[in-house]
């Protein structure tokens, strides 16, 4: 008995368009790869892999995506871990957890509910049982499940022998004396050898779902290339585990999840997470525009992946400066951009916080300059390693004074490369500074991701002045840092070392054209209105409505929801329930069609992972009476929870 | 015009004017708007007399500010300036000058904007050795927000802010600066206008970050700040002149003297005879260790300023933090060629699709 057959609800997830759901599980008689036992396809798996946080689940479900990806499944994941570096061991606190989702067909979220669990400890049993449905697969490292480890999170009874899990289909297995008795040939120390049990569990896994495993050794004698006897050892360990699954009799079936080759534009791919493409996308703006990338920044989970993934780029002309705080990071960046740099700042909210003085300056300076927010839990230090969307309105509002500032939020892991593009195409046409809304969700998270040719990607090239741009009236050739382009109201960029424009610009209000001081009243109105306008004014591509069936429902959302509200919306047309979905990728300003589209539905409803700061700014923007669905627990939405929503807004 | 002792070459980097400059060069059409009497028209006029020595092409200088009267000074200058917020000059300047090599980049602050609000960005600035002259305006008071008391103030002194007396130690921006690991450190006076630019010359040839304090006067909220060290009667006893490789001696005919207390290995002043006139200790800019620099910035007495020395306390050459940056972004590219943008997306983990 398995819990490891779709649903068609479920399954509704990933079938595009109104096509039904191919296939819930088939057999398939034993081959080869199965060892002579029984092998059964499915569509798509749920795995989670949980334990302490110093057992290495984060590497253990990084290599299981890896060879996923490699298989050419499509995929989503969902790290999970506590913001200390190695919480108490065996509590609950300490538990960390990587949550993969694949398929052979598309798929958005990295999944409600696991089909198979792996538990490395009690603890990790404990905190993860309530999100496993009945009939699930549960392998448990019963090695842990001793006296100490069980009453430390409040077991009074084993749960392997009580009968509490009566109703998941068990796997016990001693993943650590079993890792020790493969390596005992090593010569490693009984502690050395336990830390091989990930590796251990992973072949188990692997073994499962007839993952490709030449990747994971490769990558283990890569990263211990220094530690030759350390890389076998967990290269056995994994084989171990492989063969384990193969030979013994309480896993009696193997899985095949096949490539999603249908699911999938015709392209390269590679798995990608959020951070990283992220990443990727600055460094392709910087070629893309002709400028020098310099990231000022100070660290800050969950962002910090960014500052050392550009550190690692240096022959890309990358400079990346490692501030004394999270001001001078971005004042680095600003003063890289006055020198006619592409300049970056990367941090989470409270870092924004620190920096809101120097982003009102680059307002009135009017340079390009890009502030990446990966959101995390708030207020205050908050959840560092959680997921939420609050910092909304802070990017819009959060500064003294009339300070528009574009926002661009990107929808999925990957989709973070192509947001990073579009936020600096604002920043460089318009001088401005450009906030880049991401989460900790999309940051750790990842996905398959076509690889764009460089053909592909906008041109970004920008022209700096090189000479004077007003005659006065006695007919002197002068330059005015303050004269704008008549179309995007942009000012000129003029950098020292051009000779002639020698200008004097900052945060007091300019003269309008000479960029003079001036504490004039009207001028004062006029340049915080054109400030607005310039804002107002910046092109970006109409609201793209997916409404299929004329429905009178609306959902809209904006960032990292898109993947479960995505996942809702097929649920509920799946079971005939129209519905409308529009995602929000430009939030200031909103697309032009924005007030036309809400207006067109009865019903309008907001799923937010913050107390409704978007719908607070519809509401105030369209007078729409839009209602709001809102999550702060640190954890994205689940679909089937949005799809309960969604069906009742439908329905009122 | 003098040489430049730029023996890490930096200057080198910035262009060359192609025509002789004047002082009128570096005026901006701006009017200055300083109260009358200000102790920041002479040192704007300093820096603009001695900006054509360099013989640097105008556009290639920037003047950084943050927030305060002397941080209106960039818009005085005809060079390319950014007049900032408050305390951020530094950072700015660093983001400037570490993505620009061919800059001459200075930075202009006050008291208050460079050791309060803006302290860490300094201390980091000098501990980095960014390539970045910091004129230090030091009035000792807050004057654009009318007249509180200053992180450099005298304890006890009466302010709108503190009525019965601040309560707060001064700090000593060049203890401090030597204690933050700068390589170049100097003070001098707003109205010695000779003394002035000696320092702004030794500080323009520095490779790395220069902090000069400037001893300002505020003539509206705290006039006559640094009386004891301009006043011609008391100031041959108050001000001891550092030059390098000179004996330390000040007063009338150098009748005093600082020597190193054998017990404490401490400095002291004392009176030059024929018998201790052997121990007078020569100034030594340029030793490695910053010890003896620090004593001397301890001589002044805080509230009274009597043995103040000015000139340069330190001047020795360490790495600079631009220089560096710059050697890793070559090493990078010749070790690993050119940044290649599609290799870089491939990754080395890709599938392909076909249709």
Not at chain 1, 204 to 225: C, I, N, Q, V
Not at chain 2, 152 to 164: Q, R, V
Request: with cysteine; net charge negative; proline share 7%.
């Amino acid at each position: 008995m398995t819990s490891q057959v779709s649903s068609p609800a479920e399954q509704a997830d990933g079938a595009g368009g109104a096509e039904p759901a191919v296939v819930g599980e088939q057999r398939t008689p034993p081959g080869p790869g199965g060892g002579g036992k029984e092998v059964r396809r499915l569509d798509r798996v749920i795995i989670r892999f949980a334990g302490d946080s110093g057992d290495g689940m984060q590497l253990t479900g990084d290599r299981f995506t890896s060879e996923t990806a490699a298989f050419g499944n499509d995929l989503s994941t969902l790290p999970n871990f506590p913001a200390e570096i190695r919480a108490p061991a065996g509590t609950l606190p300490g538990v960390s957890s990587f949550q993969l989702h694949f398929a052979d067909h598309d798929i958005l979220t990295p999944g409600d509910a696991p089909n198979v669990l792996v538990a490395m400890n009690p603890a990790a049993l404990k905190a993860n049982i309530a999100d496993v449905p009945r009939g699930a697969e549960i392998i448990i490292n019963t090695d842990e499940f001793t006296k100490r480890p069980m009453a430390k999170v409040g077991y009074e009874t084993s749960p392997l022998e009580d009968g509490s899990l009566g109703a998941y289909n068990i796997h016990p297995v001693p993943l650590t004396t079993l890792t020790v008795e493969a390596l005992k040939d090593f010569g490693l120390s009984r502690k050395e050898a336990e830390r091989s049990k990930n590796m251990f569990a992973l072949g188990l896994l692997s073994w499962m779902y007839h993952r490709p495993t030449e990747g994971t050794e490769d990558f283990l004698r890569r990263k211990f290339a220094k530690k030759p006897d350390i890389a076998e050892a967990n290269v056995a360990a994994f084989r171990a585990g492989w063969n384990f699954g193969e030979t013994t009799e309480d896993f009696a079936v193997s899985y095949e999840v096949a490539p999603a080759t249908r699911a999938f534009p015709t392209g390269t791919y590679r798995n990608i997470s959020g951070n990283l493409a992220l990443s990727y996308g600055l460094i392709a703006a910087g070629r893309q525009a002709g400028l020098p990338l310099y990231l000022g920044s100070y660290p800050i989970t969950p962002a910090s992946d960014i500052l050392h993934e550009l550190s690692r780029h240096k022959n890309f002309g990358v400079r990346t400066f490692q501030a004394e705080d999270e001001i001078a990071g971005i004042g680095a960046a600003l003063g890289a951009a006055f020198g006619g740099a592409l300049g970056v700042t990367t941090t989470s909210g409270p870092g924004v916080a620190l920096k809101s003085e120097t982003i009102g300056l680059a307002v009135s300076l009017e340079l390009p300059l890009l502030i990446v927010d990966i959101q995390r839990g708030g207020p205050s230090t908050g959840l560092p390693t959680k997921t939420e969307q609050a910092d909304l309105l802070q990017a819009m509002y959060g500064r003294n004074g009339e300070a528009p500032v574009p926002i661009v939020a990107p929808r999925t892991p990957a989709d973070c490369f192509a947001a990073a593009l579009d936020a600096a195409r604002i920043a460089l046409t318009y001088r401005t500074p450009v906030f880049l809304l991401s989460d900790g969700y999309l940051a750790n998270g990842s996905e398959p991701w076509r690889i764009p040719d460089q053909e592909e990607l906008p041109d970004l090239r920008v022209a700096f002045a090189d000479g004077p741009n007003h005659t006065l009236g006695d007919g002197t050739e002068v330059f005015w840092p303050y004269k704008r382009d008549p179309g995007t109201l942009a000012r000129p960029w003029a950098v020292p070392g051009t000779p002639g424009l020698e200008h004097r610009i900052g945060g007091i209000e300019k003269q309008d054209g000479t960029g003079n001081i001036s504490y004039d009243p009207a001028n004062h109105d006029l340049m915080v209105r054109t400030r607005q306008a310039k804002v107002d004014g910046i092109e970006v591509p109409d609201l793209e409505v997916d409404d299929p069936d004329g429905a009178r429902t609306l959902v809209i959302g904006w960032g990292s929801t898109y993947g479960p509200i995505t996942a809702a919306v097929r649920r509920l047309r799946y079971s005939g329930l129209p519905v409308a979905q529009a995602h929000l990728r430009h939030l200031n300003p909103f697309p032009g069609n924005l007030g036309e589209v809400l207006r067109r539905y009865d019903t309008v409803v907001v799923p937010e992972m913050n107390l409704g700061q978007l719908a607070t700014l519809l509401r105030a923007r369209y007078l729409v009476d839009a209602r709001s669905y809102t999550q702060v627990n640190g954890m994205p939405f689940k679909a089937e929870q949005l799809a309960k929503v969604l069906e009742e807004a439908i329905n009122d | 015009m003098t040489e430049a002792t730029d023996t890490a070459g930096l200057l080198s980097l910035v262009p060359r004017a192609e025509a002789r400059q004047s002082m009128k060069d570096f005026k901006s059409d701006q009017e200055v708007r300083w109260c009358p009497g200000c102790g920041d028209y002479a040192v704007l006029a300093a820096v603009q007399g001695f900006m054509p020595e360099l013989g640097l092409a105008r556009e290639n200088i920037v003047f950084v500010s943050g927030i305060g009267c002397s941080s209106r000074f960039p818009y005085y200058m005809n060079t390319y300036g950014m007049h900032s917020i408050h305390g951020r000059a530094p950072a700015i300047a660093t983001g400037l000058a570490t993505s620009r090599r061919d800059l001459s980049v200075w930075v202009v602050t006050g008291d208050g904007d460079a050791l309060s609000i803006g302290g860490n960005h300094l201390i980091h600035a000098l501990r980095r050795n960014v390539n970045l002259k910091i004129l230090l305006f030091n009035n000792r008071i807050y004057g654009l927000t009318k007249g509180q008391y200053s992180p450099t103030s005298e304890l006890g002194k009466i302010t709108k802010s503190t009525p019965m007396g601040s309560l707060d130690a001064p700090f000593n921006p060049v203890s401090l600066a030597l204690g933050a690991e700068a390589s170049f450190v100097a003070r001098t006076v707003d109205s010695d206008r000779k003394h002035l630019t000696e320092v702004l010359r030794a500080a323009a040839d520095h490779p790395g970050t220069a902090l000069v304090e400037i001893y300002q006067n505020c003539n509206i909220f705290n006039d006559g700040a640094f009386d004891a060290l301009k006043d011609k009667d008391r100031a041959e006893e108050a001000v001891i002149r550092l030059e390098h490789g000179q004996p330390i001696r000040f007063g009338a005919g150098g009748r005093k003297g600082v020597v190193r207390d054998p017990a404490t290995g401490d400095l002291e002043v004392v009176e030059v005879t024929a018998e201790n006139e052997a121990r007078v200790l020569v100034h030594d800019a340029r030793t490695a260790s910053p010890t003896t620099a620090f004593a001397l910035s301890r001589l002044a007495d805080p509230d009274t300023l009597h043995q103040t020395p000015i000139g340069v306390f330190r001047s020795v050459e360490r790495p600079v933090y631009d220089t560096l940056m710059a050697e890793q972004l070559e090493t990078a590219a010749a070790a690993k060629g050119e940044g290649d943008l599609a290799a870089l997306l491939a990754g080395n983990d890709t599938w392909t699709v076909v249709g």
